[in-house]
């Protein structure tokens, strides 16, 4: 059974950094696409940032040169560093993997989902 587990959320001022990790189990974690997705208050869930089985990665305009993902896969962790960081970011911060696609398609066939972990900006 596929678990995602995040942590590192929490309440930061404008242009302060956090980072997220995730913690995958119950499937090889490095040989499918992860990623990152976002949900702010009253508004629809967003893809942020992904990378695939062979490091590849993905960001959304409104977060290049300011979040970088990253992985272990000896420890099945994804992580999210996120520099800079702006009220506009605050939201639930969500993990998820494609189970069974090395890459990442953004079309998230077989989506599994953590729980999520908050992350509030203050200006």
């Known amino acids: 059974q596929v678990h995602l587990v995040e942590s590192g959320g929490g309440s930061v001022q404008a242009g302060g950094s956090l980072r997220l990790s995730c913690v995958a189990s119950?499937?090889?974690?490095?040989?499918?696409?992860v990623g990152w997705f976002r949900q702010a208050p009253g508004k629809a869930r967003e893809e942020v940032a992904t990378?695939?089985?062979?490091?590849?990665?993905g960001y959304a305009d409104s977060v290049k040169g300011r979040f970088t993902i990253s992985k272990d896969d000896a420890k099945s962790t994804l992580y999210l560093q996120m520099n800079a960081l702006k009220p506009d970011d605050t939201g639930m911060y969500y993990c998820?993997?494609?189970?069974?696609?090395?890459?990442?398609?953004?079309?998230?066939?077989?989506?599994?989902w953590g729980r999520g972990t908050p992350v509030a900006v203050s200006s």
């Open positions: 990378i695939d089985s062979a490091g590849d990665t």
């Open positions: 998820a993997a494609d189970v069974g696609f090395a890459r990442c398609t953004g079309r998230w066939v077989n989506r599994y």
């Open positions: 119950g499937y090889t974690f490095g040989s499918f696409c």
